[in-house]
């Protein structure tokens, strides 16, 4: 019925010299509270996590803990932006391409925020299909991981193709295993749990304990996959706040739960040095039937951050498409299944070549790069918009404004600062890259607007 719909106006002569806005084929509103929920967790828990906790406690030692619990208090802060600006314009997919351009109109700061969110969600799914990879990697040694990943991308993108209601109920299916696998691995970790193992604490010193707050924080992107999906959420005004509230809580909990249960749980030689960290400390622990159910719920854990991430990067595309930041050939959607495919294979391919580089540690900084860029540009919005839109109708304000969003956007400019030298070079080149895109696709909107000018006075002659 959709497609015949569909083809109806595209036949019609009338039709097509409607306003863009109404002939476009709209998102579906499809994921409620529980499922906008799952979708953050499960996009946060995911590849990274599996990931990065083996170099993570070789860097900072015990405190990789204490590492956590910062990184959750900043990810509140940044948190609570994203909420109130998620409540307040929840009409438009792509989240903080919609925020920004609410506070800035269409100018280059909404563009940046759009290109480095998109940056953060291509690279965060490329992590995730590489985690896949190498937990598939444990069992079957003849396959080349990086190979496997790009192929997994491949297979998501279908997926992510058939809609928002497939990957929603895809995703939930996916975090409610994780979530409960976990709970089983920090379980299994009291069979020898010894404390000896958090001395001593800080055996590197403070300072790695500070610094790799800007590598774990990647774990904590889950709340920007809810606020990429707005326009498909149902009553999104008040599910939003909830679901990026009770995601933070719920991945707080797992998070540091899981670092005490590796560390606690096994002798440091056993995982630091490995691609699959909690595999080695659960083979240890609960033997190698352990490592074998760790390694399952890995697999999942990477494709649900594969599908959350792929289906949120999808909709930025979408949405700087549709505010003429990108060639309109990518804000495209299929009349049947109702997902924007030109953004989602443009999506897929960036994150193919990020998996081709075979670093993971320069994906892990470059996701850090993508969103705290974009989220210091966010916050930005929210001061802008308090000013220039005092009365706009808020079913959720930031508490104790401004001193929240301003201690968030301090801890965003000192990660960023952290980060590697190969992050920074890379956020130069992607930003160069980026603006001149902008600027061309600009030149020829402008260009092919003065071209259709005077055949529509023709026509109207």
Known sequence: ??????????????AKRL?????????????????????????AIGGVMFAI????????????????????????????????????????????VSFVKRAFGERTP????????????????????????????????????????????????????????????????????????????????????????????????????????????????GYETITQLSEEVKTAGKTIPKALLLTLIFITMLFVGTAIATIAGAPKEVYINSDTPLQEAANYFMGPIGGIVVSLVSIVAALSTVNGSMAGGT?????????????????????????????????TTLAIIFVLTRSIDFIVYAIALGYSVTAIIVVLALIRLRKTEPHLYRPFKVPLY?????????????????????????????????ISIFVLTKKIRKRRQENETPELQNQNR
């Not at 409620?32 to 967790?41: A, K, M, P, S, W």
């Not at 309109?328 to 049947?336: A, D, L, T």
């Open 1 to 14: 019925m959709v497609l015949w719909r569909w083809a109806s106006i595209q036949k019609n002569p009338v």
């Open 19 to 43: 306003p863009k806005a109404i002939r476009e084929i709209p998102l579906l509103r499809a994921l409620n509270l529980v499922q906008t929920t799952f979708l953050g967790v499960g996009t």
């Open 53 to 96: 906790l083996g170099r993570a406690v070789d860097a900072a030692g015990p405190s990789i803990i204490i590492t956590f619990l910062i990184g959750s208090i900043f990810a509140l802060l940044v948190g609570f932006c994203y909420a109130e600006l998620g409540a307040t314009v929840p009409s438009g997919a792509g989240g903080a």
């Open 110 to 221: 909404t563009f940046l925020a759009g290109w480095f969110d998109w940056i953060g969600s291509i690279t965060d799914c490329a992590i995730g299909a590489i985690v896949f990879a190498f937990s598939i990697y444990y069992f079957v040694r003849w396959i080349e991981p990086f190979t496997l990943a790009a192929i997994t991308l491949i297979l998501f993108a279908l997926v992510t193709f058939r809609g928002a209601k497939t990957t929603g109920i895809a995703q939930f299916i996916l975090t409610a295993i994780l979530v409960f696998s976990l709970c089983v691995y920090i379980g299994g970790s009291s069979s020898s749990f010894e404390m000896s193992r958090f001395e001593p604490l800080f055996p590197n010193g403070f300072l790695p304990t500070v610094l790799m707050i800007s590598y774990i924080f990647p774990t904590y992107a």
């Open 315 to 347: 909709r930025i595309a979408y949405s700087l498409s549709k505010n003429n930041f990108l060639p309109s050939v990518f804000n495209k959607v299929h009349p049947k299944n109702r997902s924007p495919y030109t953004s989602l294979a443009l999506t």
């Open 402 to 434: 401004p001193y929240v969003p301003i201690l968030a956007a301090i801890f965003l400019v000192f990660m960023i600062v952290t980060l590697s030298v190969e992050s920074l070079i890379l956020g130069l080149v992607l930003s160069v890259i980026g």
